[in-house]
């Protein structure tokens, strides 16, 4: 059983009397209580209206055929189809539906509106799921009219006006990823428009009736060799009809989650013919900052691994790579300027270490797909691998008087700290374009630094007394000042915040503690000091249970603070994070996804049009066998199959 609920936006309520399988809405009534099926009613406003329905998913509103859109339309009945339904997504018409059938009932001259709401119902029982776009478009409307599209003809093309053009290396290269992307199981390469002149439609009779069609893609301003950053722009508009799209966007950053949604809106039907529907989309990110963390310390990636871990990334549209690429087990970073720190301190020396040339081809390989890289060196704690390589680095702990031979978080009172993270982090601000860097600060044990008489000393002189928060404070501050020589903002974890360490307005504080209410009440702080907060407490997929898991990801909501306006503004967005104790190579991919789709979409897509998980469900399990076809091996959600299973490594 589920709970249908239609409401207007506008709170207009019309009597509306339809039932289908124990599902009706009486003139006035309540939401309506269905049995058997989740099958709805729907509910028109004759204003600008958005269709919103809980529990059952979205409506379908579909006016087809022509002859029914003039035919004496009661007033009420919306005549744009962006009017009536702003969120829906209509069905594919990939099965065999009879249109005669809704021909006969609802087309005519005398059109009453009960029986345009009757015709609406028949629809109901004609159509099948559809299928959907991961993460949903902020506006999105599709009819059933469709297209059939032949590979050998099909092309991406830049409009003439576009500042991008033919040369602009990154969509060049994006065309041809996305043309595989799009017809997969074609292997062909991408065709030019002089090779498309050349070509008949071959390939029997899946192709006989498809015509020459194609992707024009404009974009407003070129920035073919620059990184995306925070304030990247990534809207775009997306129109498909009669075979051909047009995809507009003020960045190439844009352009690309375009191509990424028209690669999705293709589909082939039983005999592998290619089809794309009439679809109108206008589309934007609802934060800015859309992540996840890799850890590559606890257990090494293999760079093939995070390469192929960008691309699904790409998939789902997130846009930044957090790479926490050091830690206490392994320092496999290899430092031009300190090379001892990782082959002292990585598992092995020339194996398990990613070069500069690796960590280039991670930044070139984000790059092309939209993809920031916020490389995080976590100090003071988290640094016993640093020491091996870098003498001196780390504070002496104490036994009574004597040493006790261990080492705790790096010397806060040394100016030779100082100096070595200045010179490290010079060279990390070169090799990392992003004009953020991750700075940690979480998780500071202070009992060797309590138990160290000179830093006992320094702590009288500083007049710290024995609160050591102002002794990090002292540390982190310094730490920051460094990053900001270089022109880079930081990121904190939110110890230096709770720590009550002073920090530049633009620090954002990384939020990963606690439960709802505690998180809830962290952000609320942070925001309420005016700092930038990210999110990821309730986003750490290396914690894992039985069953649907993701389901309480998704239904997380990052706004659902007490905070005005201004403050919830300053959510930049969040990260998924995926935490090395447990994960590898070997399991990194399945635990992954579709798992962190369900935060993808939390941070990409309209809170209101994604309310719930159970409506989520079944275009995610379509985008999860899409993610297998494209071979990433993400787990399944629950009993299944996909046309096209996982075929090997």
Known sequence: ACVCVCVCLEGTRFPVHLEKDGCAVQPGSAPAVCGGHSHVVALVCHMTAELRVAGCGRLPLLFRPASVETAGRPSFIPKPLA??????????????????????????????????????????????????????PQQFVQTAERYPLSPQVFSLEYAKQSAAQPGCSLLDSAFKRYFMLTFPGYGESLRTVREKQNVFARGGPSYVNAQPGGLIVNVKVADCDGYPDLDSKENYMLSVADGWGMLTADSVWGALRGLETFSQLVYQDDVGTYYVNKTEVADFPRFQHRGLLLDSSRHYLPLHTILKTLDAMAYSKFNVFHWHIVDDPSFPYQSITFPDLSKKGAYHSQTHIYTIKDVKKVIEHARMRGIRVIPEFDTPGHTQSWGPGQPGLLTPCYKGSVPSGTFGPVNPVLDSSYQFMSSLFKEVAMIFPDSYIHLGGDEVDFTCWKSNPDIQKFMSLMGFGTDYRKLESYYIGTLVNITMTLKKNAVVWQEVFDNNVQVPKDTVVHVWKGNMEQYSTEMQDITTGGLKVLLSSPWYLNVI??????????????????????????????????????????????????????????????????PSAGQAYPRLTEFRCRLLRRGIQAQPLFTGYCAHEYDGL
Do not use: I
């Open 545 to 610: 249970s039985y069953g649907q898991d993701w389901q309480k990801a998704y239904e997380v909501k990052p706004l659902n603070f007490n905070g005005t306006a201004e403050q919830k503004k300053l959510v930049m967005g969040g990260e998924a994070c995926m935490w090395g104790e447990y994960v590898d190579a070997t399991n990194l991919t399945p635990r992954l996804w579709p798992r962190a789709c369900a935060v993808a979409e939390r941070l990409w897509s309209d809170e209101e049009q994604t």
């Open 83 to 136: 009017t009536a339904a702003k969120t829906t997504r209509f069905p594919s018409p990939s099965h065999n539906m009879d249109v005669s059938l809704w021909e006969q009932k609802c087309s005519g001259s005398r059109f009453s509106a009960a029986r345009w709401l009757s015709c609406l119902g028949f629809w109901l029982l004609l159509v099948p799921g559809a299928q959907g776009v991961w993460p949903l």
